[in-house]
């Protein structure tokens, strides 16, 4: 039972994810070339990878003769034909790998690093450099010499497929991966004869959507949609190791209408991840056609290493249409008039919103000018976010929305706003409660005089000149582009 102040030795097994942090773990485990060291446990077990029964049994003898007293060990698929002088020196390493962790972590005091990995270029050695691998390329001096010294010990049989780039030019233009790489953060990925499938990728899951694009194909479309699908799920899995993609994947693969095609893409895909290192699991068809499946998630995406979220729109991809936020001024408009009774008006907006609403919107601004019978200035401010507007006072600069928000505060129950004129005490109490019968309390309403017998209207004044932009519109400066309307009769 662990109290609080007592003192434990964790290792992270997972890496903080967006908001999620990192995964802890005390079963502490020491990966090396060809085994996993686990201090803790006590039985050897051998990669399910392996699948020669032979193999198998040759591994679990030699690790049955060379493993110490405590501890257990998996055997790696990197193990498989491994002599066993290679496998007994792995032994020995981990072994005096955790004896070293120990006596750090007798030493510091908590918390404090006892023991860290090895670096990504030692790592590629361990984890990837397989017989598939025909030659690893470095073009640093000191890494170079630091992996020379690692291969010399623990692998000699592949010193000769280390190299070092003496080339001029920079080694991701020579092996032409900067485009590449470049191609791993786009969504759309383009496959062999015209077909494509796009890459979304959410909090909640990845989803992958298949398109035949310009391939029509030779003979009938179900043909020509299976062999799309089958290019599909080999690109799919490919790219799920480029992009290093975990979590739950959702594959919408073109509809087929035979079970036996269905299958053979289902089969194609689970074949194609056969190689990945990830662990994943492949579900059957569901029924709205859509392939599921899972894979595991150590460490954010490539995409998440490689970008950060758009700083304009947040991460959505999309903003609101100029013709929205239009709407949504003219609605603004209408509802500080109302709370406030302002009738001289300055609206300011990004450049591109100002021009939409000094051309395309002009004829709705006069006609709401005429309305309520006010001036509205237009003007445009580069600072300003494009989804982003004021609406100011002409005279005297305040903030028409803000205050028109903070005379009409909610109070009692519901949302109902109430202004200095509302009624108070018991009318105020009733008033909160819904209750608009006739009250007693309120004085009684006096009758407006006819039409003929109220004060003559001053004349409406003359709508004003639209200006043109000048020069200094085109640079964007706040003031440079602006368009004032007064309400009234016609011009």
């Known amino acids: 039972m662990l109290k609080v102040g007592d003192k434990i030795l964790v290792q992270v097994t997972k890496e903080p994810i967006s908001s999620k942090g990192p995964r802890l773990t005390a079963d502490i485990s020491l990966p090396g070339r060809f085994l996993v060291y686990m201090p803790k446990g006590h039985h050897v077990g051998v990669s399910r990878k392996i699948e020669d029964r032979r193999e198998r049994v040759r591994l679990k003898r030699i690790l049955q003769e060379a493993r110490p007293d405590a501890g257990a060990f998996i055997v790696r698929t990197a193990a498989e034909e491994a002599?066993?002088?290679?496998?007994?020196a792995d032994v020995k390493y981990l072994s005096d790998l955790w004896l070293t962790v120990e006596a750090a972590d007798r030493e510091v005091q908590a918390p404090a690093l006892v023991h860290e990995d090895v670096g990504m270029v030692v790592g590629l050695i361990r984890d990837i450099f397989k017989d598939d691998v025909d030659m690893l390329v470095i073009d640093d001096k000191d890494d170079y010499k630091r992996l020379q010294k690692y291969v010399q010990i623990f692998a000699p049989e592949i010193k000769d497929r280390v190299r070092l780039h003496r080339d001029a030019s920079a080694i991701f233009d020579h092996y032409d991966i900067e485009q590449e790489i470049r191609k791993s953060t786009e969504p759309k990925v383009w496959m062999k004869k015209g077909g494509y499938i796009v890459i979304e990728q959410t909090e909640a899951l990845v989803s992958i959507d298949v398109n035949t694009g310009r391939f029509v194909g030779r003979h009938n479309q179900e043909d020509t949609i299976v062999e799309t699908n089958m290019l599909a799920a080999r690109e799919v899995a490919r790219q799920l190791r480029l992009r290093d993609i975990g979590g739950i994947i959702v594959v919408d693969f073109i509809d087929m209408e035979s079970e036996g095609n269905k299958k053979r893409v289902l089969n194609e895909l689970r074949n194609s991840l056969k190689n990945d290192r990830a662990r994943t699991k492949v579900f059957p068809v569901s029924s709205l056609g859509l392939a599921e499946m899972s894979r595991q998630r150590v460490r954010p995406s490539l995409v998440s290493f490689l970008s950060d979220?758009?700083?304009?729109?947040?991460?959505?991809?999309?903003?609101?249409?100029?013709?929205?936020?239009?709407?949504?001024?003219?609605?603004?408009?209408?509802?500080v008039h109302h709370k406030t009774g302002e009738k001289q008006l300055q609206i300011v907006a990004n450049p591109m919103l100002a021009l939409y609403l000094s051309t395309e919107r002009a004829e709705q601004l006069d006609d709401l000018c005429s309305e309520h019978d006010m001036v509205i200035d237009v003007t445009d401010d580069p600072g300003l976010h494009r989804e982003n507007y004021q609406v100011l006072s002409l005279k005297s600069d305040r903030d028409l929305i803000q205050e028109a928000e903070k005379r009409f505060l909610p109070r009692g129950r519901g949302n109902r706003g109430h202004a200095a004129n509302q009624p108070a005490g018991p009318a105020r109490e009733r008033f909160d409660r819904g209750e608009r019968a006739a009250r007693p309390d309120r004085p009684e309403r006096v009758d407006r005089p006819e039409r003929a017998d109220r004060p003559e209207r001053r004349p409406p004044r003359a709508r004003g000149r639209r200006r043109p932009p000048g020069p200094a519109a085109a640079a964007g400066a706040r003031g440079a582009r602006r368009t004032r309307r007064r309400g009234g009769g016609p011009a």
């Open 83 to 88: 002599e066993e002088k290679a496998i007994r």
């Open 309 to 335: 979220d758009c700083p304009y729109c947040h991460g959505a991809g999309k903003v609101l249409s100029l013709e929205t936020l239009a709407n949504r001024i003219e609605r603004e408009v209408h509802r």
